[in-house]
């Protein structure tokens, strides 16, 4: 028996699109000698398709291209689906046999936590499906299935299922693939039967499917494994012998990258898949010469080519003229576009015009702030006239403290670090320069600055970014209190002002643009936190006279 996993690429919602890859996938399935495609979860609709599933519309059409892809598939087919039996949705798994829908699985475990929701569309399956393929016995799961316990895949197995063959939509997250692997071996090696794992490609908004998809051995040792945010079919020769159903040796195993170059990947897939899947001719950023610019040009740019990427370069009176230098520099190794324009005849009338109601105040962040929103003012304007998506260059670390400009650098349609720490910036910019140096090393030496004031550094007003980070981590990702953090050794007053700082930047990141998820804790779907919140978790208290939506810059 010679099963193909159907890596694609789908596009949530449509569904013609969907039913032609799919098709095409069949084909090469067939091609190649294939008995059995099995394809990623939901691929007909992509996934998550969300409130899409709440239009009966919409779960109509999807019913009518399931009855399309019996009709023309060359091989036996299971396919993810959502499915309407009376008033009740699921998440299912239809094998397509003989131009008919042979049997059909419902997804017994829905994930309801981190960016999953489907308690709030489908009802949970109960029974088991097995069926006959070239000789085996196979078995049906839905990605949760397999995480929540060994009760589906067993139940399976006690039916006789030779082989256990799950369908996917897993997001990426750093170290998922090692979860995914380590999970499914056990799981093999308790019910004693080989696991096909069937996973998405793609990115959706802020979540990167990252493909990989593999196959188990009844002893849980790893046999096959498909590329890392790639289309493909994965190809696994299964014969019966006196000892079980083994695996033939001749099996592709594709190694895993470092984490450096997993997280590049998929911030590349990430990019590359918002600005086609939604129709944008390139895109926009502004270049200022640190190392957060510099890092997302390089990811466009190898996201869609240079042609697709246009920078402006926007100077201020407080930027140093080896920043602009730096910025050209990066334009000009990547051979991307790009125009310089000073923001400081702008500046400059904004100062003037509010000269009169500033009168006697001091030069504080509002100037610096200030600066930031002519920036975005000017990038606005060349998405609005040329179309391209302006994407943000803030990382994690910054908006987790609220150091970023409403209206100003995070304003955009796309984040592409925005779940990057900046630790993790500087580790992501040394990989793209071993391949080709496109960032000046002093741009990675230098003291990073937000250059809106004089002689500014990101230091001055933060502690190290090595100590930033890991705070972050541990209360964003990990839940940690401030008192375990403060037992851990970090100092207690460093503790304090982070957890504040965070804490209080809610209001900004709920107005800040969509961006790709690499950690368990993005600012996203996964953390949703209230803007008006009395809770200190910070271990101190609110003082109702103290200003608490003063922005940094």
């Known amino acids: 028996m010679r099963v193909a996993l159907a890596q694609c690429n789908v596009w949530v919602g449509d569904i013609d699109r969907n039913v032609a890859l799919i098709l095409t996938a069949a084909q090469e399935a067939k091609a190649a000698g294939a008995d059995l495609l099995v394809t990623p979860e939901l691929a007909l609709c992509g996934y998550p398709p969300e409130d899409l599933l709440l239009r009966e519309d919409f779960v109509q059409a999807c019913e009518e291209a399931v009855k399309t892809l019996a009709a023309q598939t060359p091989l036996p087919l299971l396919l993810g689906h959502p499915q309407r039996v009376n008033t009740r949705l699921y998440n299912s798994a239809s094998l397509l046999r003989n131009g008919q829908v042979e049997a059909v699985y419902h997804k017994h475990c829905l994930p309801n936590y981190a960016v999953f929701d489907e308690l709030r569309y489908f009802t949970p399956g109960t029974q088991p499906l097995t069926f006959d393929c070239a000789g085996v016995s196979c078995a049906v799961a839905i990605c949760e299935d397999v995480w929540c316990g060994p009760e589906v895949a067993q139940a399976s197995r006690d039916q006789g299922a030779e082989l256990l063959v799950v369908l996917n939509a897993s997001p990426y997250h750093r170290h998922k693939q090692g979860e995914r692997e380590g999970r499914l071996a056990a799981l093999a090696t308790q019910t004693q039967m080989p696991i096909c794992y069937a996973n998405l490609v793609g990115g959706q908004d802020e979540l990167v499917f990252d493909g990989r998809s593999f196959v188990v051995d009844a002893q849980g040792r790893l046999v096959a494994r498909g590329p890392i945010c790639e289309t493909a079919v994965i190809l696994t020769d299964f014969e019966k012998t006196t000892q079980g159903l083994q695996i033939k040796a001749d099996a592709v195993l594709i190694a895993a990258p470092d984490t450096e170059a997993e997280v590049y990947a998929v911030l590349t897939l990430g990019v590359r898949d918002y600005v086609r899947k939604n129709h944008f001719p390139g895109i926009v950023l502004g270049l200022s010469g640190g190392v957060d610019s510099a890092l997302t040009l390089a990811i466009a740019v190898d996201a869609l080519g240079a042609e697709q990427v246009h920078a402006l370069i926007m100077p201020s009176r407080y930027t140093a003229e080896m920043s602009v230098e730096d910025a050209i520099a990066e334009a000009q190794s990547l051979g991307v576009s790009y125009d310089l324009i000073s923001i400081e005849p702008v500046f400059q009338a904004y100062l003037q015009a509010l000269a009169p109601l ?196």
Not at 389 to 403: F, Q, R, W
Not at 472 to 486: C, G, K, P, Q
Not at 526 to 540: C, E, F, H, V
């Open 358 to 553: 500033f009168a006697g105040r001091p030069v504080d962040t509002t100037e610096e702030n200030l600066q930031a929103r002519v920036r975005a003012g000017l990038l606005m304007a060349y998405s609005n006239k040329f179309g391209h998506l302006l994407v943000t260059t803030g990382n994690k670390s910054e908006i987790a403290v609220g150091y970023a400009t409403l209206y100003g650098d995070m304003a955009g349609g796309f984040a592409v670090i925005k779940d990057i720490p900046k630790t993790l910036v500087y580790r992501l910019a040394h990989y793209r320069n071993h391949h080709a140096v496109v960032i000046p090393e002093r741009v990675l030496s230098r003291p990073p600055s937000a250059e809106l004031a004089p002689d500014q550094r990101d230091q001055d007003s933060l502690p190290s970014y090595e100590v930033l980070d890991a705070i972050i981590t541990a209360y964003v990702e990990n839940d940690r209190s401030a008192a375990e953090l403060i037992a851990s050794g970090f100092a207690a007053d460093t503790v304090q002002r982070v957890l504040k700082l965070i804490d209080r930047a809610e209001y900004k990141r709920r107005q800040a643009a969509p961006g790709v998820r690499i950690s368990t804790r993005a600012f996203g779907k996964d953390r949703r936190y209230p803007i008006t919140n009395g809770y200190a978790s910070w271990g101190g208290h609110h003082n109702l006279n103290e200003e608490q939506h003063h922005e940094k810059n």
